[in-house]
T-cell receptor, first 115, second 117 residues
Framework: AQKVTQAQTEISVVEKEDVTLDCVYE???????LFWYKQPPSGELVFLIR??????QNEISGRYSWNFQKSTSSFNFTITASQVVDSAVYFC????????????FGTGTLLAVQP | GAVVSQHPSRVICKSGTSVKIECRSL??????MFWYRQFPKKSLMLMAT?????????EQGVEKDKFLINHASLTLSTLTVTSAHPEDSSFYIC?????????????FGPGTRLLVL
């Protein structure tokens, strides 16, 4: 089975701190997709990003940035100047066999941002 | 963005009864839909892939007769938990990739919380 590891089970930071959530995945595929989702207490999944394995450019979207390192199979997510509203569980999820295929969710990281 | 709805959002039932959960793509068509299950403080685990007009594909360890899936149209998939037991209590989420594609490539429903007493 292709494994996804989010080593940090829980992270607690104080508002305005930067925080990085780690994601390491295992695959023998050369082409795949990587997703990050946010799950607030309501339970609904919020899409954050989709990255293609053949595009290794890092991406920034507002306070969010992603560092994709194909050589180490890692796709880390950084929140700059964290806010209380960022408190949620964050999932990394690779997708193999096409972008519309099933997602393999990581174990998730619970981020708590304290005021 | 595209919208996927689930009904009901919450359901409480007695042990031994069956519960049907609907997943609808409201503004797009999907030949495939995915059903996930999430236990408290755990990750989402894929249960099965629902295929329009054909049988669902179940993941290893998921009982086909327990979790009946029907994908009768391009906008509706249903998951029926038969003879539910307390251990079936969980958060069930569906997702659907639109035929027309898109950046997100999959859209998730808001989930259904099932509590079996």
């Amino acid at each position: 089975a292709q494994k996804v590891t989010q080593a940090q089970t829980e992270i607690s930071v104080v508002e305005k701190e930067d925080v990085t959530l780690d994601c390491v995945y295992e695959t023998r595929d050369t082409t795949y997709y990587l997703f990050w989702y946010k799950q607030p207490p309501s339970g609904e999944l919020v899409f954050l990003i989709r990255r293609n394995s053949f595009d290794e450019q890092n991406e920034i979207s507002g306070r969010y940035s992603w560092n994709f390192q194909k050589s180490t199979s890692s796709f880390n997510f950084t929140i700059t100047a964290s806010q209380v509203v960022d408190s949620a569980v964050y999932f990394c999820a690779p997708c193999y066999g096409g972008a519309t295929n099933k997602l393999i969710f990581g174990t998730g990281t619970l981020l708590a941002v304290q005021p | 963005g595209a919208v996927v709805s689930q009904h009901p959002s919450r359901v409480i039932c007695k042990s031994g009864t069956s519960v049907k959960i609907e997943c609808r793509s409201l503004d797009f068509q999907a030949t495939t839909m995915f059903w996930y299950r999430q236990f408290p403080k755990k990750s989402l685990m894929l249960m099965a892939t629902s295929n329009e007009g054909s049988k669902a594909t179940y993941e290893q360890g998921v009982e086909k007769d327990k979790f009946l899936i029907n994908h009768a149209s391009l906008t509706l998939s249903t998951l029926t938990v038969t003879s539910a037991h307390p251990e079936d209590s969980s958060f069930y989420i569906c997702s659907a990739p639109p035929l027309a594609g898109g950046k997100e490539t999959q859209y998730f429903g808001p989930g259904t919380r099932l509590l079996v007493l």
